[in-house]
């Protein structure tokens, strides 16, 4: 259920990204916590931080997809592969913020490849 409303918030742009929370007056830094060079904005968090960018692309290259492809089913030679690249995008979702708020209210760092093992799992 967790999962389903998460991807709520990430569909209707609504999850708490620095730059949403301080739009509500609270201050905090405002920089990535996952690469801690950019500005955290769902875009750059879910999208285009180096952090992400990694799981994307070795994703996208498993399943013999575009890493601009994300989540969109595309034609394959192994229709298996097609389907469950349609999936992977909600796991990828899901554990890039369970990681960035384990950085923020645990001080936990994961490395990228361990998130990578995280969610093959």
Avoid at 63 to 78: E, N
């Amino acid at each position: 259920m967790k999962n389903k409303l998460f991807l709520w918030l990430v569909y209707h742009k609504k999850i708490l990204t620095w730059n949403n929370i301080r739009k509500m007056g609270v201050l905090g830094p405002s920089r990535c916590q996952l690469c801690e060079a950019q500005e955290e904005t769902m875009e750059h968090l879910l999208n285009n931080c180096i952090f992400t960018s990694y799981l994307w692309d070795i994703f996208a290259t498993i399943f013999q997809q575009s890493d601009r492809d994300r989540g969109r089913k595309k034609k394959s030679d192994y229709e298996m592969l097609s389907s469950a690249w349609a999936l992977t995008p909600r796991f990828i979702i899901w554990n890039i913020c369970k990681e960035r708020n384990k950085r923020i209210l645990r001080d936990e760092k994961n490395p990228p490849h361990r998130l990578f093992e995280i969610i093959l799992k």
